[in-house]
Nanobody, 122 residues
Framework: QVQLVESGGGLVQAGGSLRLSCAAS????????MGWYRQAPGKQRELVAV???????NYADSMKGRFTVSRDNTKNAVYLQMNSLRPEDTAVYYC????????????????WGRGTQVTVSS
């Protein structure tokens, strides 16, 4: 099965920066979109940013200009550079990928990581 493992979360002061990384492993034929979502306590999971295999990006409005998503297709990895962090950015950040694999059956699956905590103090 395809697995996603995130890293790079932590505690940072408002105005600071963090870089999240996510790597996919397993039997992978290809990966279409990769991206980041987040979920704050008591709130629904929301889109942060998505990047296609060709490099096209889409951001939530509140992240535009502060966050940058990128990927390395040779490593099946996606990254999120977060600058000018605000207390309201505090959340668990989840990596997501649409991965084509032959396990358990050939198809494209929506894969989620377990999440990494980002806490921004004021």
């Amino acid at each position: 099965q395809v697995q996603l493992v995130e890293s790079g979360g932590g505690l940072v002061q408002a105005g600071g920066s963090l870089r999240l990384s996510c790597a996919a492993s397993g039997v992978i034929s290809s990966i279409r979109d990769m991206g980041w979502y987040r979920q704050a306590p008591g709130k629904q999971r929301e889109l942060v940013a998505v990047i296609t295999s060709g490099g096209s990006t889409n951001y939530a409005d509140s992240m535009k200009g502060r966050f940058t998503v990128s990927r390395d297709n040779t490593k099946n990895a996606v990254y999120l550079q977060m600058n000018s962090l605000r207390p309201e950015d505090t959340a668990v950040y989840y990596c997501n990928a649409q991965a084509t694999t032959i396990i358990p059956h050939y198809g494209t699956y929506d894969i989620w990581g377990r999440g990494t905590q980002v806490t921004v103090s004021s």
